[in-house]
């Protein structure tokens, strides 16, 4: 959950859930409400946030985070990474290091920038460089809450690394209030999830 | 025909060898439990990262014999443990450095049972970032391989040639070579001007190698190979294979009558698998492999190796 922004005393929350086809719950999909009166986020900050390495992950796998944020790449592994990532959105290169010493990235465009790491292969993470500051990310429950709206119209839509269609297609109109809580529910289409597997079957070329 | 010594003396000869081989084993393993215990200290607190992997096969012809007779199959289990450091160098380039320790147990043919360590540098280049980029690496290792039956003990010498390209998460291309030699210990001449060193090995194998994810936790993988080089083929006496042979030595490994030919031959072999893998550490897997060798001497043989395999990175 996102909040900032708020201009009033009196704020609106938007609750959402997000399934699939087969109505299974749908973790780390990023909501996103963009006001259509933008002067409602003109007070948002950039907070400094991070993404870890873990067990050889990117934890978590997906980050959202508002435009002009800076993001720290701390290394809790006892080996060391070199993330990188080329996306349209961010293009940048941490050479190999370990520990937390990294110097922050500032993510500055919005859009999708997706994480690796040039030693292990299968690490993959994804940062969504939001435009407006509301926003935030389902849980394993397919349940997310943006609270702190200001009341008014927005477009809300859904983001996934793995969504089978554009995020342009599920874009609502909705009117958030300060009365009560607004709940919308997503039934959205994803396509197999696939990534380089860690550990190969074929008899290996060798050592990385 | 070879000209053999009486079986009482190659017998005595071949328990003197066997109880080296323990000897030697046991030092191996000394020496290899001790390296192991600091390197997997060391990966506590270093860029280590060790792997293990087990499995069970069934070869259909240990030997390589061609006479129906001589054929024998055998089950193996084998384990291996592996840890490796990478060095980055820059513009692309890391090296890597390492060694595994692993051994093998027959379930007839005791005397093939074994333990090796080797140790494995590598330099490896990548055109780019990511996981997509081509890649090729020049590799040489160099190891030692101590069985139960110490006729065959050997010290082994590999260099090998990689490269491929992964060209996206579901498919994995990549081509090998490798140019192996295995010095074993000589043996004595059974037939005068003819060597005993029938262990010994000098082969050159191409493969190419093909993989495909068919979801998050399948791999089917296929590997071509063909090999041309020194193959060792166990039978009773034959006339055919004697005077195409470069060495001759008793194999007591396979039994008192059997005798190891040396022979220059080409194999041609696939090898296919299927993967699964229950964690993002561990692959499940199972294999099929066939091999059809043409050898000097009229001497063709083939065999199958089904396998299951498990697999786990750290």
Known sequence: MFVCGTTLGYAGELRVVVKDHRGKHVADAVVLATPLDPKSALRAKTP?????????????YVKPVFVGSKIRFPNSDHIRHQVYSFSPAKKFELPLYGGTDAPPVVFDKPGV??????????????????????????????RAS??????????????????????????????????????????????????????????????P | MPVVRPHVQRDALAGRAS???????????????????????????????????????????????????????????????????????GAGYSMTVGGDLSGESFHRLEGLNNASLQAVFALKKKWGLGAFTPWARIGASAGRVDYRDGDRNAWVYRATLASGRRIDARWNLWAD??????????QEELVPGLSGDAFSQKSHTLGANLEYAMNAGILLTLRLLGRHGDVVSTTEPSANIYYASRALAEDPAFGPEDYAYRLVGTSYGFRVGVGYSPTPHTLLGCGFERLDTYAQGGNRYGKSIPEITWDYVF
């Open chain 1, 48 to 60: 400094l946030d991070a993404v870890d390495q873990v067990d050889k992950q990117f934890v978590p």
């Open chain 1, 146 to 207: 943006i609270e702190g709206l200001p009341p008014g119209e927005y477009h809300v839509r859904l983001w996934h690394p793995s969504m089978e269609h554009g995020e342009e297609t599920t874009v609502r109109r909705v009117t958030v209030t300060a009365e009560r809580p607004t709940t919308l529910e997503w039934e959205l289409s994803l396509k197999p999830s696939l990534r380089v597997p860690r550990v190969s079957g074929a008899p290996s070329p060798g050592y």
């Open chain 2, 177 to 186: 070579y490798a140019y192996e030699r295995r010095a074993a210990n000589a």
């Open chain 1, 113 to 142: 920038v997706v994480l690796g790491c040039n030693i292990h292969d299968w690490m993959v993470g994804y940062i969504y460089v939001s435009e407006t500051p509301f926003f935030a990310k389902t849980e394993i429950a397919g």
């Open chain 2, 19 to 89: 109880e080296r081989g323990h000897a030697s084993a046991a030092t191996l393993g000394a020496f290899a439990a001790f390296l192991a215990l600091g390197a997997t200290s060391f990966a506590v607190h270093a860029d280590w990262t060790p792997a293990i992997e087990a499995g069970v096969r069934h070869d259909s012809n240990v030997g390589n014999a061609q006479p129906t007779p001589d054929i024998v199959s055998d089950t193996v289990v084998g384990a291996r443990v592996s840890m490796f450091q990478l060095f980055p160098l």
